[in-house]
């Protein structure tokens, strides 16, 4: 008789993400307040960066994960950005450069002052969710 080895099925997500309850980000919404939802997809990818150890893999596979990441409406941006060569185009920093700039653009510091002092709280804001707004817009100047 010979002997038989069983061997276990591993789905495509346990070997793509060990840990549990960890999955893929959201796709970056380029519609409405592209610079808010820029702000928050980088600030989500940094911490997916860190938990997945995505910084020990090759640069290539960083970019590869990172333009996967963002979804078809935002690589559709990508691939209209101009770099000046095709070696930046390939530096993960300098994708995120490109979509600072993108996004977020230069801050108009008189209207960002404009808006943060015209902020007032609503009948039914509370208090903190209040303070919370005025911090977030206090970053922005």
Do not use: C
């Not at 010979?2 to 060990?18: C, E, H, L």
């Not at 970056?28 to 940094?46: C, S």
């Not at 930046?88 to 960002?112: C, M, P, V």
């Amino acid at each position: 008789m010979g002997t038989t080895t069983s061997t276990t099925a591993v789905s495509p997500a346990q070997i793509a993400f060990p840990i549990q309850g960890i999955h893929l980000l959201s796709h970056l919404i380029v519609k409405d307040n592209v610079a808010e939802n820029w702000k928050t997809f980088k600030q989500a990818w940094g911490n997916y960066t860190i938990i997945m150890n995505i910084h020990q893999h090759p640069e290539t596979y960083q970019v590869a994960l990172f333009l996967h990441s963002i979804g078809p409406d935002a690589l559709k941006i990508f691939n209209g950005m101009s770099f000046d060569n095709v070696q930046e185009r390939e530096k993960l920093e300098n994708i995120i450069k490109k979509f600072d700039e993108f996004t977020i653009g230069e801050t108009n510091e008189t209207y960002e002052r404009y808006v943060f002092n015209s902020q007032n709280q609503s009948p039914d804001e509370t208090f903190d969710a209040y303070v919370a707004a005025l911090r977030t817009l206090s970053q922005l100047l």
